[in-house]
């Protein structure tokens, strides 16, 4: 079989694989998505409103820089996440005053909720 051929198919796969596994998460309704942003907001005393992405399954949260890796928010927000449900999820941590004022994203932690 032709390189460029089995390229085309592998591309092809992923492709379908990618959509069928998007396609079958379930959207995570509205009431629950504020409920965890609520008590995210209030036990990490996070300085902004969180904001959500694809479906509920994602959350970016921001916080005041400090130099250091954020991993430690974002798994507390996994854990607030867990606890409502949310699964599999993300969560995202990124700079607020660099989004205040150059409205760039610098993600400075991350976590899975699994």
Known sequence: ???????????????GVTWYIESARKEVSAD?????????????ELPAQPVWWDKGHRLGIGVI???SNRDAEARDACSIMLQHGITPAEVEVF????????DDWVQIGAARCE
Do not use: T
């Open 1 to 15: 079989m032709n390189k460029r051929l089995m390229v085309l198919i592998l591309i092809a796969l992923s492709i």
């Open 32 to 44: 629950v998505r504020e409920r965890a942003a609520a008590e995210v907001m209030a036990r990490l």
């Open 65 to 67: 820089p400090d130099g």
């Open 95 to 102: 700079d607020v005053l660099q989004i205040q004022n150059d």
